[in-house]
Structures are given as C-alpha cells and as structure tokens.
C-alpha cells in the first residue's frame, strides 16, 4: 500500500492522561468515563474514534456519491454510537460500533446503497471489518 498521509499521536498516563498530536492540533485530557468508574471530565478514547470514524466514513460516502454523480447535502450526516465492554470471552475488552447515517434529499433505497459501498471504501470500516460489530442505519 503506499501511504499518502501518516498522523503523529501520542498518549502518557493512559486511559487518564493527555492526548496530543505531534502538531499540536488535538491536545487533549484523557479520563475514563464516569459509566466506568471514572471522572468522566476529560474526553475518551471511544469518543475520540467515534469522531474520527464519523468524520472518515462521510468522507467515504461522498466519495462513492460522487462517482455516481449524485450530491450529497452539506446537511448529511454520520454519527457513530462506540460502544465498549468486557468482551464475552473475558479475557478483555471490545468495541462495538452502530453508524447512524443521514443523507437529507436522497431517498431511503438509495441513501441504502451508497451505504453499503461507503462501507467497503472506508478505511476506518475496511480496519474494523471482522473485528467488532458494525452497524448501520440510514435515519
């Protein structure tokens, strides 16, 4: 694969440290959510990958959109609900994730169908595929 782009991101004290790319865009404090005992003041990993994976796979989806010569709304939107839990095997944790997908001005079908292809393009998609579960839904 050749490589177009590699981001630079660091963490120190884990799940309740601080966060900060080498360029100093994202710099973040880290706590585990208060549903896990934690503070919950600072941001989280799965809220981090839940922005990221929602930013990547709208990206995704006006690409496929694009090839077919069909716009997609500057109102479209994707949110990604990250779940994580012990695992049913209890030897560590996993994620889940359910993608909720709104593309305003195309209809149900074939908001559907560039779905289902935005979901082979994205990489964030292609990287999870096999690994969690994924969902998705066209609101």
């Not at 779940?83 to 560590?92: A, F, L, N, P, T």
């Not at 149900?108 to 393009?121: G, P, R």
């Amino acid at each position: 694969m050749k490589v177009d782009y590699t981001a630079h991101g660091s963490a120190t004290g884990g799940r309740d440290g601080k966060g900060r790319t080498d360029d100093g865009k994202v710099d973040v404090t880290l706590s585990v959510p208060k549903e896990m005992g934690g503070t919950g003041n600072g941001t989280n990993p799965e809220q981090l990958f839940s922005v990221g994976y929602s930013a990547c796979y709208l990206g995704a989806l006006k690409f496929v959109a694009g090839k077919e010569k069909i716009k997609v709304s500057d109102d479209a939107k994707v949110s990604a609900n990250v779940g994580i839990g012990e695992r049913d095997d209890k030897q560590g944790f996993g994620l889940t994730v359910a993608l909720e997908v709104s593309l305003p001005g195309i209809d149900k079908a074939k908001a559907e169908d560039l779905v289902t292809k935005a979901h082979v393009v994205c990489p964030y998609s292609h990287a999870t595929r096999g690994n969690i579960q994924v969902t998705t839904t066209v609101v």
